[in-house]
Structures are given as structure tokens and as C-alpha cells.
């Protein structure tokens, strides 16, 4: 085994061992997107390998006990413990989840999992705008990128070297996000179906249907929870247009599966005062939002955090997650969590 994996598998190994020995006060949640077999998925939309899906559950039920987000969150609402404990979202309800390699690690290891639809996006199974996006950038050249940013008036503003770090993606991104609310404009839409090469649906993630989620929640330990009907940025709207959002597919979901969670998966992780006020007053019991840290931070104010996992997470990572020592782990970040800033071109 060469070095650097023999190092990570010591180290997987010790963080395993501490959280039996000492486990954290409070339980985490879990946020992943889409799955993609072979190698790692880490995109715009955040998609994992299920390699990288096996490895990170393995740690977790290594370290931890998974119970559904249902009873985690209703423990964390009552003031009943949740020491050990973790829950598994998937956020946009990707299709991806279905493929048999995906279910096999979801059966083997008996995961009770929670998805968050969209709902205007489920009704058609249309993938999201930036899986396409992404699509139509592997299959344009660099010149042929550029082209399509000039030809769809790309603010020069965005492209800063901040934003370029992060891959020749994001200022699209934060330009879609931060100007559009994070819902492609009509305009790039006609540009983006002009420019599209080949037809790659077979291979990009897209949301399943309506029906196909039928199918999936069948086979049991599966919970639907709200992500909004367009999945926007939501401070960036109206009051109105807030509460229409979450309540809409809120009553969609419920009309299909009563037992819907009365949760909302905040789109991009992004919220403000105004949509914890509005989810409340819609009678949801609370925000689940994307900050990496237990549920010692679960409040009225902020929510639910939950711990985006990535191509790049570590498995050991969850492990200390679990642990007494999951507060070293966060010590080089900020204990006080701040609504979210909304997004900027950096």
C-alpha cells in the first residue's frame, strides 16, 4: 500500500477508535447530492463517487449509529440526546440514487435517508441548470467558453481572480446566483439548447420523477422533505415569493406523501431572518442549512447545520465529527454561526 494511503488508513482508523471511546455530545447530519459510479463526481452540483459514498458511511456507522432525520431532529427539538448519532439527506432528489450500486451501499448498511425535492424540477425530471451547464463545458473548448460567456453578457465583474480559484465555472455560478437568484434567465437558457453538442441526459444528473420517487420511497426507510418549488436563493426574493416557494411544494409533496417533513433544505445553503420567519409561521419545525458542525448549534434562529460531504471530504473527518473531539476539529472556525452572506462574485 503506498505511503499516503497506508497514513490515511491510520488515520481513519484513530479517529474511528476515539469516537468509540469518546463520542461527541451532539449527533451531525449529512448532506450529499448526486452519486456518479467510477471516479469522483465533485462538480457545480457537489456529486459524489459511490466509492466516496461507501467510504464516508462506512466511517460514519464505524463511529456512529445512523437513525433517520426524522427521529434525529425530533431528539434535537425535545432536548433528548443524540450522542452517536447521524442522519443522511440528499438534497435535489437525484435519480442517481436509484442505480444499483447506489441502493446496494444504502441496504447494506440499513440507512433510514431523507431526500429534499424540487418540485417544479420533479414534476418533469429536467436536470438542474448547472448540472447542463457543466455538461455543455466539457464540451466546449476554452475559446468556445469564453465565446459563450461574451455572447451571453457575463458581467467582466465576476471573472476575478477570487472567483477564477475556484474553477473557470464559478463566476457563472455567482453571476446566475447573486443577479438571477440563482434561476437561469430565459435568455441563457435559448443560448445554452443552441450550443448544446450532443444529447450527454443519459449521463447527467437529473432529479427523478414524480413516479420514480414513488418507486424509491417503496422500498422503504425514506423520507421526502421540502427544497422549494425552483430551488432559488431565497433572500434574494420577495416576501411573497418566499413564503409561495416553500409553502407550494410543501403542499405538493404532501398531497403525494403525507408523512412529507415539515423541513426545508435552504437552496445553496443561503438564508436570512425572513426565511426562518416565513418556514415558521408555514408551520415547518425548522431550517436545515449547510454549516459543518453538530448539532450542539441546532437553534430556533439557524436551524439545522448539516455537513456537506464533497469529493474532497475525508472519511476520517466524519469520524472525528462523531467524537468528543469534534470540537478541536472546528477550532480553527468560527463557533458563532452567522446567517449565511449572501453570494458575491469572490
Known sequence: ??????AGATVRR??????????????????YHGLVTGSAGNGIGGHVSVDEFRDTIDAACSAGRAVSLRELVSRSLTGRSTTGLFAVTFDDAFVSLTQPAARGVISAYQLPISIF????????GTPFWWDRIEALHRQLSAEEWEAFERRIDLPSEFRTPAAMAFGPLRP???????????RLPQPVEDVVASLSLIDSSRDMQRPMTFDE???FVEEGRVDVGIHTVSHPVLPL????????EIRSSYMTLRERW?????????????YDERTVSISRALGLSGILNLHPATLELASAAHGFPRVGISGATRSWRIAIRLSAFSRFAAALQSRTVNYPPLPTPD
Do not use: N, Y
Open 14 to 31: 484513530a479517529a474511528i477508535i476515539a469516537a468509540r471511546l469518546a463520542k461527541a455530545k451532539h449527533g451531525i447530519i449529512l448532506c
Open 237 to 244: 426574493l420577495a416576501d411573497d415569493e418566499i413564503s409561495e
Open 258 to 270: 403525507p408523512s412529507a417533513l415539515p423541513l426545508l433544505a435552504a437552496p445553496f445553503g443561503l
Open 213 to 215: 420517487i414513488d418507486r
Open 117 to 124: 425535492v424540487v418540485t417544479r424540477a420533479s414534476a418533469s
Open 1 to 6: 500500500m503506498p505511503r499516503s494511503r497506508l
Open 172 to 182: 457563472f455560478r455567482q453571476w446566475v446566483l447573486s443577479r438571477h437568484a440563482g
